[in-house]
């Protein structure tokens, strides 16, 4: 008996039987043989203490009151303290089916009484040995598994990042010192322009795009007037680094409705809320790996600013409705013609998002400060549209360039673009001359408001009406008239909402009067 007791020194048996006699006899055999012993008169006892002591073993009567063997054996395994503790019966019952019900609630082998001792203690031996193989193997494979995974993470992170460094040749490779990765047609689709010109403004306005352009990780905001380029700054940015072949996912931050910016930002899951019958990826899962444009952002609501900031802070998205975060690696090009630092004083924007938007900032200047770019812009839109029209490109006068060098510009390159591409319809082929350029001249504000002569399709000069829609309607026309179109500068001027114009302009004319898009 010497082998079986050193095996077995440490292992601890819990004796559960309401006949003190056998309690007497088990607890003196098995220490007797090494083993540490517990003993207690009955089920629940035995319940609450096994879970508290959690032995190698416990050894079961069948027959006992209130809640028999069977029972009590059943609730040890429901029990995760408890489930994987070895259980033997010991009952005067030698059924079949006592036998059946005892490996049905549990046990792992049944002995009848009366005992033999050696019997006993083969038995309480042979299982203790099974239990402690099984959790040696079981922790083994735990082991392994974990092991497992560590190394598969370790591939695919290795591999992630042979793909990163191949990416990143790649775009070395095609960068060439140019000013983006663009090809030529992808650079006439999305305005590329807007680049020309000789100014000291702008050749120092491409440097910085050239140097940010290497940082992929770098977040940038962009800021000027509405019509300066924003967009195409940002993409320019976007195909120029090495996320170029991955995707740019422009947002207008105003045009999103405010209870639905952060389904449509991060995503939802099906049934996150009335009308959500399938999962939907959001922009930031549309954009991985690539770059998210946010433009208008000084226009994003504090509720969304606060869950935009924290995602920018750990690259984690929740979708609505979820509580599973996803990965993203997004860069942020930002876009605004507002007053940032004034927002902030006044409490409309958070600071510490705009210090994670502004990594690197770049600032267009309005077209009337490099005046001497309008020649060379106004010769390449020429050339792209009449290219784009199928007609023979036109000249254009001296006197028609220095009436555009005298315009003060309120829309910017997208104004310049707009009345070039009109005065080459109206040209009909002949050279560009002034009578074909339409210029919006401010008229001297007299003793009451007058309506702008803007073209045809406007109502005519003249008092403003006493119908307070109608009257709105007019000044709406003449915001957007000044400002060549744009909804962010009209609403500034007048001092209300974009969403108002947006809704008026649905109303003026069955949606007649246009808005030029925003960059």
């Excluded at 055999?29 to 609450?48: D, M, S, W």
């Excluded at 208008?296 to 900031?309: F, N, R, T, V, Y």
């Excluded at 705009?354 to 900032?361: K, V």
């Excluded at 009345?419 to 560009?432: A, F, N, T």
Aim: glycine share 8%; proline share 4%; with cysteine.
């Amino acid at each position: 008996m010497t082998e079986p007791q050193a095996i077995a020194q440490a292992d601890q048996i819990l004796i559960v039987d309401d006949t003190p006699a056998n309690l007497d006899v088990l607890c003196q055999l098995l220490e007797g043989e090494g083993y540490r012993v517990l003993a207690v008169p009955n089920g629940e006892v035995a319940i609450r203490l096994a879970a508290e002591v959690r032995p190698d073993l416990i050894l079961l009567d069948v027959v006992m009151p209130e809640i028999d063997g069977f029972e009590t054996c059943r609730q040890l395994k429901q029990s995760a303290a408890t489930s994987a503790v070895p259980v033997i019966f010991i009952s005067a019952r030698d059924e079949v089916d006592s036998l059946v019900q005892g490996f049905k609630a549990g046990g792992v082998d049944y002995i009848t009484k009366p005992f033999r001792a050696d019997e006993v203690i083969i038995r309480v031996g042979t299982h203790l040995k099974i239990n402690r193989l099984t959790r040696q193997l079981t922790d083994k494979n735990e082991q392994l598994s974990r092991r497992s995974t560590e190394l598969t993470e370790a591939l695919e992170a290795l591999q992630g990042e042979m793909h990163r460094r191949q990416k990143a040749e790649d775009a070395l490779q095609m960068v060439d010192g140019q000013l983006s990765a663009m090809s030529d047609r992808e650079a006439e689709r999305w305005g590329v322009a807007g680049f020309v010109g000789e100014s000291r403004t702008l050749i120092k306005i491409l440097q910085g795009i050239r140097r940010v352009q290497n940082f992929g990780s770098v977040n940038v905001l962009i800021t000027g007037e509405s019509g300066t380029g924003k967009e195409l700054v940002a993409r320019a940015i976007h195909f120029g680094s090495t996320r170029a072949r991955q995707p740019f996912i422009p947002v207008n931050c105003v045009a999103i409705p405010e209870e639905l910016a952060e389904s449509m930002l991060f995503g939802h899951v099906r049934g996150a809320f009335t009308g959500a019958t399938m999962d939907r990826k959001g922009y930031f899962e549309l954009a991985d790996g690539g770059t998210l444009f946010l433009d208008e952002i000084g226009d994003m609501p504090a509720s969304l600013q606060a869950k935009l900031l924290r995602v920018l802070e750990d690259g984690r998205v929740t979708p609505l409705g979820s509580t599973r975060e996803k990965k993203v690696d997004v860069r942020i090009v930002a876009a605004t013609n507002a007053n940032l630092t004034a927002q902030i004083a006044a409490g409309a924007f958070r600071q510490d998002l705009y210090f994670r938007l502004a990594q690197y900032d770049v600032e267009l200047p309005p077209l009337r400060e490099r005046r001497s770019d309008v020649a060379l812009l106004a010769t390449h839109f020429i050339r792209l549209f009449a290219k784009e029209m199928g007609v023979a490109e036109p000249a254009i006068t001296p006197e028609a360039l220095e009436s555009l060098g005298a315009y003060d510009f309120p829309g910017n390159v997208r104004e310049l673009k707009n009345i070039i591409e009109r005065s080459l319809i109206e040209s009909e082929g002949e050279p560009i001359a002034s009578r074909h350029l339409h210029l919006l001249q401010k008229k001297v504000a007299g003793p009451r408001i007058r309506e702008p002569a803007i073209d045809s399709s406007t109502e005519p000069a003249g008092d403003l009406p006493l119908n307070l829609e109608e009257a709105e309607a007019i000044l709406i026309r003449r915001a957007l008239a000044e400002t060549g179109g744009n909804i962010a500068e009209a609403a500034r001027r007048m001092g209300i909402n974009r969403t108002r114009i947006y809704r008026k302009l649905g109303e003026i004319n069955g949606g007649a009067l246009k808005a030029q898009p925003e960059s």
